[in-house]
């Protein structure tokens, strides 16, 4: 049976190379491999978009290509083609790298042998057509486990609907008096599926969880909320057990940037595991304030006088399944997702979450989030491709009875590539304006959130724009108006807005605008 | 004045059953179906004041209901509630625009679902004096 010619992109600027590499392929069979040869990037992305190519040598210091960078565009062009990367350079790191980026091998040039390089051709096909199935397989493998899980957790909760329908028809005498120990009986019936059902949501989650199809959407989250929340929600179950549950906020303690509802849940699982593992008439208290080690978290601390953890589990109580307590003991009882469903939920919002525990003594269960920061939600319109070589200029002023209340949101070191030239300032220090901008150089765009009462912030904004108008700096450097300053309008707070909800609409309007312009300019570059 | 009408459309007998006694104690008159079908022909049957519909059903789903009402003027008016053991997510969206009144999810807390029906059929709370301990959401 005859073989398809192995389609192979050969993409290298460099003449010697490509004769080098032409001749071994010269000595093989005629119909075992079909080379095209291109000197550009951009002429081998249009080429394996077009479909058709085995596999791509890709060199990587190319005239419109360097380094990672090319290996990925390769990968974005034809995501489905494995890539073999040429180096000269004899760069382990580089080649590793390449690897980490995506590419499936790397050839070091002069030390090609011969006979070998059309092998490694063939095996890297065979390797890469391996590895998408074996990708393929476990995703229908994760579907079917998550379908599953969905589906039994669907059928487990009719039947319990009308376990606890009767029940409760039962307590509330509907079908006649009941004596206190049939009473006494049917609450513990009732408490079992309550129990129950919250196993299968946490079934349920976890399905989730796996799939990555859990709903994050963090945002400019009051911590003090969610805590009074929580607190009210276990006050109850606390109380029960003469438990004494606390909670004490530093004052002024920042927003965190959370899903609201995802917060309540972690805060839930947390303390409910305290109170569940304190005994009788211990304590139970949640703590907030600026975490020490890094001023960019806020720590939340879940203690009790509970029964502790081996400290060489504290670790492990975290994984799956895993349950630190006897599963005998009662009380104890759960499908031990809790805790894992908790440290996916922190870790996907970009905090963190450990146990310190004293055996006999209690835990410590701390989470940190990252604390709400305009720059830092800004950042993210920047991914790693559109980062432009100048910086982002964010100017912030506040005038009226407020100020200060926007400004200590925003502290510029906290990004890369954003910089701040004035805050909190008076309407008088806005002339100091222009010379800072003159003294930073061009920069790609300027944006302003301005909060006003009244008539102040279009002055204001019509000010600035008046001086970033005159600015010869900008002239040379040959921004235009519309890409250096287009987003002066004032961002006005409504009356009924809290903080949280405004900040978010001012990230929300300054992102937007930004995704604007990237795209404009990628436009008009062609 | 004379107790009000309400249709329970759910497959599950026993589900029905509790639903009435529960209903039955807080003075509505309860109707049945078990399936997609005969939840339309029992609405134009009884013309019931509220509805309280499941979304897995034989012979269509709650969905179908929901539509076939729709398309009958006199039924189009009536206030659904839908009590659904699938998961909430996509569900709730999907019945809210489908008109919906409600979304509860089972296994549904009497007392809230009470409340609904209260809302739904513009009863002042507290009107009725619901004969049960409040459980709490589990």
Redesign the interface.
């Known amino acids: 049976m005859k073989e398809k010619p192995l389609q192979i992109l050969l993409v290298e600027d460099n003449a010697g190379d490509v004769r080098l590499l032409r001749e071994m392929f010269s000595k093989e069979k005629r119909d075992a491999f079909q080379l095209t040869h291109l000197l550009r990037m951009s002429e081998a992305e249009t080429h394996l978009a077009k479909g058709g190519v085995d596999i791509v040598l890709l060199d990587l210091g190319l005239p419109d290509g360097h380094g990672l960078e090319t290996v990925r565009r390769a990968h974005a062009a034809a995501p489905e083609v494995p890539v073999i990367v040429l180096t000269g350079l004899d760069d382990e790191a580089l080649a590793a790298e390449a690897m980490n980026a995506g590419a499936q091998d790397y050839l070091i040039k002069g030390q090609i042998e011969n006979r070998a390089l059309p092998r490694a051709l063939r095996h890297a096909v065979e390797r890469h057509r391996m590895q998408t199935e074996t990708d393929l397989i476990r995703t229908n493998q994760m579907q079917f486990k998550d379908e599953f899980l ?1 589906h039994v ?3 487990l ?10 029940v ?2 039962l ?5 006649g008096e009941l004596n206190l120990e049939q009473r006494q009986y049917l609450e513990i019936v ?1 408490r079992n ?2 129990q129950l ?2 196993m299968i949501n946490d079934l ?1 989650e976890v399905s989730g969880v796996q799939a990555g199809k859990l ?1 994050i959407e963090p945002q400019c989250t009051s911590v003090s909320d969610a805590i009074g929340y929580t607190v009210n929600t276990l006050q ?1 179950a606390a109380a029960a057990k003469g438990i004494v549950l606390s909670s004490d906020i530093a004052r002024k303690v920042p927003s965190v940037c959370a899903d609201p509802a995802r917060l309540r849940q972690i805060l839930i699982i947390l303390l409910d595991n305290a109170i569940k593992f304190t005994p009788q008439n211990g304590t139970v208290a949640i703590q907030a304030r600026i975490f020490e080690e890094d001023p960019d978290f806020l720590l939340l601390e879940v203690s009790d006088s509970g029964c502790g953890i081996d400290p060489d589990k504290t670790e492990r109580i975290f994984e799956r399944l895993f349950q630190a307590s006897d599963p005998d003991a009662a009380d104890h009882n759960g499908l031990g997702l809790g805790l894992y469903i908790c440290k996916d939920l922190v870790t996907r919002q970009g905090g963190r979450i450990w146990a310190n525990s004293t055996p006999e003594q209690g835990s410590v269960f701390s989470v940190i989030f990252p604390i709400f920061s305009l720059p830092k939600l800004l950042a993210q319109a920047f991914t790693e491709e559109r980062q432009t070589e100048r910086s982002i200029t964010l100017v912030v002023t506040e005038i009226g009875s407020q100020t200060g209340w926007l400004s200590n949101e925003v502290r510029a070191d906290q990004c890369r590539g954003i910089r701040e030239l004035l805050r909190g300032s008076l309407y008088s220090d806005l002339d100091i304006l222009l010379p800072k901008i003159d003294v930073a150089g061009p920069e790609e765009f300027f944006f302003i959130a301005a909060m006003t009462d009244g008539i102040g912030g279009e002055a204001i904004s019509k000010r600035i724009r008046k001086q970033l108008d005159s600015s010869e700096r900008l002239r040379q450097a040959g921004l235009t108006h519309s890409t250096s300053h287009r987003s002066l309008e004032p961002i006005k707070q409504d009356s009924t807005e809290s903080k949280e909800v405004f900040l978010e609409r001012v990230a929300t309007d300054i992102q937007a605008v930004i995704n604007e312009e990237i795209l404009a300019r990628q436009v008009r570059n062609g | 004045m004379d107790s009000r009408k309400i249709l329970i459309v759910d497959d599950n007998a026993d589900i029905r059953l509790g639903m009435h006694l529960r209903l039955k104690a807080n003075q509505y008159e309860t109707f049945f179906a078990a399936d997609a079908f005969s939840g339309v022909a029992e609405a134009r049957k009884h013309r019931p004041d509220l509805i309280i519909l499941d979304l897995g059903l034989p012979a269509g789903d709650g969905f179908t209901v929901m539509e076939r009402l729709k398309q009958i003027p006199f039924l189009a008016v009536i206030p659904v509630i839908v009590v659904s053991a699938r998961d909430g997510l996509g569900n709730q969206k999907r019945a809210y625009e489908a008109g919906a009144k409600a979304f509860l999810q089972k296994p549904v807390n009497d007392a809230e679902l009470l409340a609904v029906i209260r809302q739904a059929l513009g009863e002042p709370a507290g009107t009725k004096k619901p004969t049960l301990l409040d459980q709490g959401s589990v």
């Open positions: 969905s957790s669907h059928e909760r009719s039947p319990l609907t009308a376990v606890r329908q009767f409760t028809i307590l509330d005498g509907l079908a009732l599926v309550k059902h919250s349920f709903k109850g």
